[in-house]
């Protein structure tokens, strides 16, 4: 089996779980969606093509990515304040 199939057929698998969840919890709450991600991901370790395959079918279904803030950035704003 392909690189590219193994990927297809991760997205497949992965799909319809998303999708559960997405009708679940709607697209308002984020910090939400994530936690019920995370709690549906089907596969056992997260990295390899079953991982990459899962965060792009998430950001295909939600239009967006679920990636975090950089806490440096929080931490900028301490020194940018009059």
């Given amino acids: 089996?392909?690189?590219a199939s193994k990927l297809d057929h991760y997205r497949?698998?992965?799909g319809p779980i998303i999708h559960a969840v997405i009708l679940e919890t709607g697209k308002n709450d984020?910090?939400?969606i994530r936690k019920k991600l995370n709690q549906a991901?089907?596969?056992e370790a997260r990295c390899?093509?079953?991982y990459r395959a899962w965060l792009s079918e998430v950001h295909?279904?939600?239009g967006f990515t679920l990636r975090r803030?950089?806490?440096s950035?929080?931490?900028l704003d301490l020194f940018d304040q009059p």
């Fill in 1 to 3: 089996m392909s690189s």
């Fill in 12 to 14: 497949e698998l992965a």
């Fill in 30 to 32: 984020v910090k939400l």
């Fill in 41 to 43: 991901y089907p596969f």
């Fill in 48 to 50: 390899g093509q079953a």
């Fill in 60 to 62: 295909s279904q939600l």
């Fill in 69 to 71: 803030k950089n806490s």
């Fill in 73 to 75: 950035e929080k931490q």
